[in-house]
């Protein structure tokens, strides 16, 4: 039992059976400036523009066999981008200047009279990732916001998330397309909870 009286609360507000945690900002940002996190990006994108897989993931947007005009791409945990993690930064400057290809790709393809819109959700960004990716045409969106934009003529790319995307996307509507990762088979679950205390509350762990 968790002795936390608000857990309770929150676990049995309805409608959803299950409950999502998250924690927003805060974290070190690697980078003060706007200049400095537009150069490490601008970097990125070089890589990934130069990279096979860039190649490839463009030709597959071309030919693409849909016939739905997709006016909207929203994407969900791509990590921050001034992440001091070096790994992850990368990760995530490459993640993003992907879905600034399927973007620029697809505008490519269709004739638009309006510009796709590129919208983003991950509770980890900083402000100064939100001024950058503003600044680049994606504007950051707040958990719920990113499910609520998810249409039929949106693309949904998501790459790792923490949160279960594709089943509360599923829900909720049917988008044009989804790019994500591959999705591995169910397993029986192997690992054994154990009660433990945390943060002065106990917790079921595995
Ligand atoms: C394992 S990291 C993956 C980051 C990056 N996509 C990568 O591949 O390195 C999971 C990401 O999901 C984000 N996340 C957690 N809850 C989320 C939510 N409710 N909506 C969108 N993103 C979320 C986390 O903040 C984190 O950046």
Redesign the pocket.
């Known amino acids: 039992m968790n002795p936390n009286p608000q857990w309770l609360d929150t676990l049995l507000q309805p409608p959803s059976p299950i409950t999502?945690v998250?924690t927003e900002g805060n974290v070190e940002s690697r980078y003060s400036s706007l200049p400095d996190l537009h150069a490490s990006f601008s970097k990125h994108t070089v890589e990934w523009e130069q990279s096979n897989t860039h190649k490839f993931f463009k030709q597959l947007l071309e030919n693409l066999d849909i016939t739905v005009k997709i006016d909207k791409i929203v994407c969900?945990?791509?990590?921050?981008l001034s992440n001091p993690n070096q790994f992850?930064e990368r990760?995530?400057h490459i993640?993003h200047a992907s879905a600034l290809t399927i973007a620029s790709t697809l505008a490519n393809r269709y004739p638009y009279q309006h510009p796709i819109r590129i919208y983003a959700?991950?509770?980890?960004y900083t402000d100064l990732d939100k001024s950058f990716l503003s600044s680049v045409g994606v504007t950051v969106l707040r958990?719920?916001n990113?499910f609520l934009e998810v249409d039929e003529r949106t693309l949904v790319f998501?790459?790792?998330?923490?949160?279960c995307?594709r089943q509360i996307v599923a829900d909720l509507s049917r988008p044009a397309a989804m790019v994500w990762d591959t999705v591995s088979e169910d397993t029986k679950e192997k690992e054994e909870w154990r009660e433990e205390e945390m943060w002065g509350e106990m917790v079921w762990v595995a």
């Open positions: 999502f998250w969900f945990g791509l990590g921050f992850g990760r995530s993640q959700q991950d509770p980890r958990d719920p990113g998501s790459v790792a998330p923490d949160v995307v």
